[in-house]
């Protein structure tokens, strides 16, 4: 299309309406799989349409009544009528633009309802993510399929077992309330922490980080708060995206090579995003219980506050990091606990608790704990078994940026081990 950017009819504007416009379709026809088959008629029809005619002063009310009209036309078995009602459609519209009050691309409530559908709490975290990222984020199913290192078909298998999960479940397109919301709330929420750490540090591909993920991630974090802005968890949530984001700009180098924490330069950390996150989760615990997210981002939250690594407050981390054991089943949380542990107690202690994680199944063979073991066994001065770590490591990630990262760490140490 002849817009671009930002502008009414450009990409990015187009991928911020199009879950409005999706969520208003389906609201009215109560079929999700049958409301995205009729929005992508409509928007294959504006990339027909907009570069002839000029984009609408409505693009959302005009992408709405098209694909209302495709919802319409396909009740009918027959193709060419079909097509014929549909160009007809786009025809009259492009001619008579709908009013402004006919749909409002400002109104958020629709994009809710959708990310509380595609988050359903029968699906998967693998599919729920999927299809949030199609649907609400409007990625398309080859790109999504490219993040995730599979063929295009199996993704978009994927998405249509997730759509048809959803619509067995006879759950109708609408807001839950009491209860029933409180769970899909805490699937929504979960949902977006997946996506962010996905978008984080990719689980594959060539760079560290899907900046395109992450970003997705708050967007929607945000739109819940906003809805939300008492819910603890939720302001929990946003705080700790914005606070491990403000660190995206120095978390890699020029040739996007991994840098870790002690080495970044603080200089490049966004430290709007760090008051912000920082504020939202001080906030949050003035409210009452305190969840896993609250925690997390008060320990994210004094990372950002450091003006150096030394400068680290590591018995406050490791205090938390002590609670959020308590409050949470997660062999992650106990190996990071490791990891303030030795910065508090020194290296031994941290490797005493790394042999703990042996004995649990979720995390022994995790690239994580080896890489752990590696930095611990290098401080202290055992170099042949952090190399042996390090590239134990490196075998066992699928992302390039950490792999590289951790076979150049081995490769470093190899001659003081000679």
């Given amino acids: 299309m002849a817009a671009g950017g930002d502008e009414p009819g450009g990409e990015q504007h187009l991928r911020e309406l199009t879950p409005r416009v999706l969520g208003a379709v389906a ?40 694909a209302c009209r495709r919802l319409a036309d396909a009740q009918d078995a027959e193709t060419a009528r079909r097509r014929r009602e549909l160009a007809a459609a786009a025809d009259q519209i492009a001619n ?44 398309t199913t080859a790109a999504i399929a490219r993040a995730f290192l599979v063929p295009e078909a199996t993704m978009a298998q994927r ?29 929504v929420l979960h949902t977006l922490y997946l996506l962010f750490h996905e978008g984080h540090t990719s689980s594959s591909g060539e760079d560290l980080m899907q900046v395109e993920f992450a970003t997705e991630a708050i967007r929607l974090a945000r739109l819940v708060h906003a809805a939300w802005p008492e819910h603890a968890e939720a302001a929990g949530l946003l705080a700790l995206l914005l606070l491990s984001d403000a660190r995206r700009h120095a978390r ?95 290296p031994a202690r941290g490797l005493e608790l790394c042999a703990e994680l042996d004995q649990d199944r979720r995390v022994a063979d995790h690239y994580r704990l080896d890489a752990v073991r590696a930095h611990l066994h290098e401080r202290l001065g055992d170099h042949a078994a952090a190399i042996r770590h390090y590239r134990a490591a490196a075998a066992g990630t699928a992302n390039a940026a950490e792999r590289h990262y951790l076979i150049g760490k081995a490769a470093r140490l190899m001659p003081r081990a000679d």
């Avoid at 089943?329 to 542990?341: E, F, G, Q, S």
């Fill in 27 to 66: 609201r009215r026809c109560g079929d999700f799989a049958a409301a995205e088959d009729a929005v992508q008629d409509a928007l294959l029809a504006a990339a027909t349409d907009w570069p002839q005619r000029g984009v609408p002063q409505n693009p959302g009310g005009w992408l709405f009544h098209v």
């Fill in 96 to 139: 008579h633009p709908p009013p402004d009050d006919d749909f409002d691309d400002g109104i958020d409530d629709d994009t809710l309802v959708l990310l509380f559908t595609c988050c359903h709490p029968s699906l998967s975290p693998p599919s729920a993510i999927a299809l949030t990222l199609r649907a609400v984020a409007g990625l």
């Fill in 252 to 346: 890699t180098g020029a040739d996007g090579e991994l840098i870790p924490l002690h080495e970044q330069d603080r200089s490049r950390w966004d430290r709007a995003a760090i008051t912000a996150g920082t504020a939202l989760v001080t906030a949050a615990f003035q409210g009452g219980a305190i969840g896993s997210y609250q925690l997390q981002a008060a320990i994210a939250s004094l990372h950002g506050e450091a003006a150096d690594f030394a400068a680290t407050d590591w018995p406050q981390i490791l205090a938390l990091y002590d609670v959020l054991l308590r409050i949470t089943d997660n062999p992650m949380v106990a190996l990071n606990r490791a990891v303030a542990a030795a910065m508090v107690h020194g």
């Fill in 159 to 187: 998405i249509g077992r997730a759509k048809q999960t959803i619509r067995d479940s006879g759950v109708p397109f609408a807001m839950p309330d009491g209860p029933e919301r409180e769970v899909r709330l805490a699937a």
